[in-house]
């Protein structure tokens, strides 16, 4: 679906729509999409991560109607930097997970539902990526349903681990979480609407067993053992496993590299 409105409005599924907000870079990818959810005929809307501060974009989002609710997938800037913005310009209500995130209601639990907008909104924690990053499944969107994923599952490339909030074992227990509902599409906050969560979800883990196979490899070569921990070991693996790394992301690197370390040391190998 990529029909588009004189706003930027993108069709994204049956029940929802995107806008690209003008935030590119190289975590950010092509720039953060802002998501809304509405059914056909519903008189309002839910929006989901408005964002970076930018006037034009929160306009062009409200003026596609009346928004009742904001929802937030995680705390990173480029999610939540025009939520208090927003939700002036909207008069509706934030709701993320981290309480710091909520504007006028309260924060989201796992496994609640919200009915808004005439949808079915499940909120999943799904924690990895940062601590209180959550999917929103909606079961009624499409054959198979969809899930808005946030940084949790990308549409291109791989998601960071923002260790030490972020963890590999929390990450790798909410693939496991999404795998379960099977091939709903996909909705990230960056890149591209996949289809087939479950087959992404599978390639995804295979990717970090992958990753980890490295690591191992690396403590080896540099004589370090799994329970490396010291900065000049992180960057020593780090260069061993993403010697090809852009500059521009290594900081990234050396986040999942330490979060790879943290894993191993619980694994005791």
């Not at 999610?79 to 909520?102: K, N, Q, S, Y």
């Amino acid at each position: 679906m990529t029909s588009e409105t004189s706003r930027g409005i993108v069709r994204s599924s049956e029940l929802t729509r995107f806008r690209l907000a003008p935030n590119p870079g190289p975590m950010s990818l092509a720039g953060t999409n802002s998501y809304l959810i509405g059914a056909p005929g519903a008189a309002g809307a839910v929006a989901v991560d408005p964002g970076p501060l930018d006037e034009r974009h929160l306009h062009a989002l409200a003026g596609e109607g009346r928004i009742g609710l904001i929802l937030i997938t995680h705390r990173h800037a480029d999610h939540t930097a025009a939520a208090a913005r927003f939700a002036e310009l909207t008069g509706a209500p934030v709701r993320a997970a981290d309480p710091a995130h909520c504007h006028g209601a309260p924060p989201l639990q796992d496994g609640e539902t919200l009915q808004a907008a005439g949808v079915e909104i499940r909120v999943m924690a799904t924690p990895g990526h940062t601590s209180d990053s959550v999917c929103f499944h909606l079961p009624q969107d499409g054959p198979h349903g969809s899930v808005l994923t946030g940084d949790t599952v990308l549409g291109t490339g791989t998601t960071v681990l923002d260790y030490p909030d972020g963890t590999l074992a929390d990450y790798l227990g909410s693939l496991d979480r999404l795998e379960r509902l099977g091939p709903a599409t996909v909705l990230p906050a960056h890149g591209p609407v996949l289809p087939a969560l479950d087959e992404v979800v599978r390639a995804y883990r295979d990717h970090r067993l992958g990753r980890l196979e490295q690591v191992r490899a690396a403590l080896r070569a540099i004589g370090a053992g799994a329970g490396a921990s010291s900065q000049t070991d992180v960057g020593a693996v780090t260069d061993a496993v993403y010697a090809d790394v852009d500059p521009a992301v290594r900081r990234a690197a050396e986040l999942s590299v330490a979060a790879q370390l943290d894993y191993l040391r619980g694994q005791g190998r």
